[in-house]
């Protein structure tokens, strides 16, 4: 039996071996599915040997997040080409067709993924000539000039209105939906909800929530008459509860909002700092265990022993779990990183733009997704992705991007220097991260909600 490299976690045995890697480096235009066979990473002469890594900091033992069984990678989800121009509703009085699609959500807060795409559905279904409205449970800040409380909604029963429900959380807003199905046509859009085994031993109150909102996931499946998902691997659980009619539709996001300009005082900064640093790594996502930002900064301390002392790490997000985010802390202390770990929250869009400006790999080791808004935002801004093969992800990254079997630290470091190196593999990635980030455009998805949207009629 391989004993465990005391630095790395790694079998010593190992440690001369290449990591599985699937990369868009090589084999541009394939479906991930039929693209195993490696990147370059594969190709290079030598690996490390064992005597160059014996110095690398031992990575301390944080409480351990559960280990999430592999899930097979779901199709890429279907996209139809781009056509100027949205489908519009023929006319109001049209028989049988709908007049208004309202919306319904637990927390509408600003800054949210999901709270973007219904902005977006909004506009949409308003230009195809829906009447259509938002309410919600929780409304946070600016939100409220755009929505109302649901219990607010005195509609009385009507077979041309459609109720989209959006389904991440635990809401009382489930049951409400559930009995108003009984005399109207509710829809859901699941984005996914975080299994509860995640925040068992960090924060056992949302680990029950999540559990329930999970109950109450399958709870609708009767009162749903569709139900869209994000993503195939969000479409698969619904059907699995037993959902009769599910389509996929990407969560929908304006590409063009990140073209707009970096905060200038804070692009000068890290303009200033990257003169002096090496490699910028970027993951941007909420604290949260299913995020794994621990392994993350694991990597990035062998990295900069290995490739670039110089490198830096940012960490942009919330947290979900305080326990969790204090454990990250103390990684980043018992590693002695120092100021080359920075996590940062509360961020406006224009600051955020500003690091992904300074950013040379956006670095991905989630274990659980739905989609991954994050992804999208690294391949449109032409920041090449390296990325942990797990839910969502590589039905999200579509073959544009290195796709890892292995979080080995050693194994992402090696992918990370790839993908950091100036050259044709570097260039590759950038350009497959922009052709996938186009298929996702908010053109094409917007089709693709008005097709769900149409079909019911």
Not at 91 to 110: C, H, I, K, N, T
Not at 165 to 193: C, D, F, K
Not at 386 to 397: D, G, I, Q, R, S
Request: charge should be negative; proline fraction near 9%.
């Amino acid at each position: 039996m391989l004993k465990r490299h005391p630095k790395l976690g790694m079998a010593r045995g190992q440690v001369g071996r290449r990591p599985p890697v699937r990369s868009a480096a090589r084999g541009l235009g394939k479906s991930p599915l039929g693209n195993r066979g490696g990147s370059r990473l594969e190709s290079r002469a030598t690996s490390p040997p064992a005597s160059d890594v014996a110095g690398v900091p031992e990575v301390p033992i944080v409480p351990e997040v559960p280990i999430v069984p592999r899930v097979p990678i779901m199709p890429i989800m279907p996209i139809v080409p781009m056509v100027p121009g949205l489908p519009r509703v023929a006319g109001a009085q049209d028989e049988g067709r709908p007049m208004r699609v309202d919306q319904y959500l637990p927390g509408f807060a600003p800054h949210d993924a999901i709270g973007g795409h219904v902005l977006q559905a909004r506009r949409v279904l308003r230009e195809a000539g829906y009447q259509s409205d938002i309410w919600a449970e929780h409304i946070i800040g600016p939100m409220e000039a755009e929505a109302r409380p649901y219990l607010e909604d005195t509609h009385k029963p009507d077979p041309d209105r459609l109720l989209v429900y959006h389904t991440s959380t635990s809401s009382p807003m489930a049951a409400w939906l559930a009995e108003r199905a009984q005399a109207e046509t509710v829809l859901g859009h699941y984005h996914n909800i975080t299994p509860g085994r995640f925040f068992a031993r960090w924060e056992p109150h949302i680990a029950e929530a999540m559990h329930h909102a999970r109950r109450e996931l399958a709870m609708l499946a009767p009162s749903t008459t569709m139900s869209f998902a994000d993503s195939a691997y969000n479409e698969s659980e619904l059907i699995e509860l037993g959902y009769r009619s599910t389509a996929v539709c990407p969560i929908l996001v304006d590409l063009e909002d990140y073209h707009l300009p970096p905060e200038p005082r804070t692009l000068d900064r890290l303009q200033q700092r990257r003169e002096h640093s090496g490699a910028h790594w970027l993951f941007v996502g909420r604290i949260a265990p299913n995020k794994c930002q621990h392994e993350i900064v694991g990597a990035f301390a062998v990295y900069r022993k290995i490739f670039d002392p110089g490198a830096h790490l940012t960490l942009v997000g919330g947290a979900t779990s305080p326990n969790y985010r204090h454990a990250v802390h103390r990684l980043v202390h018992d590693l002695e990183l120092g100021d080359s770990v920075e996590l940062l929250e509360g961020l406006r869009e224009n600051e955020l733009l500003a690091h992904w400006a300074v950013a040379d790999v956006f670095v991905c080791l989630s274990e659980h997704e739905g989609f991954c808004v994050p992804v999208l935002e690294a391949m449109e801004l032409g920041v090449p992705v390296v990325a942990y093969a797990a839910t969502a992800v590589p039905e999200t990254l579509g073959g544009a991007g290195v796709l890892l079997d292995d979080k080995d630290p050693l194994a992402v470091a090696l992918a990370v220097d790839e993908a950091c190196r100036p050259g044709p593999v570097r260039d590759r990635l950038i350009e497959a991260g922009k052709k996938r980030a186009s298929d996702l455009s908010l053109a094409n998805t917007s089709k693709l909600l008005l097709s769900g949207i149409a079909s019911l009629q």
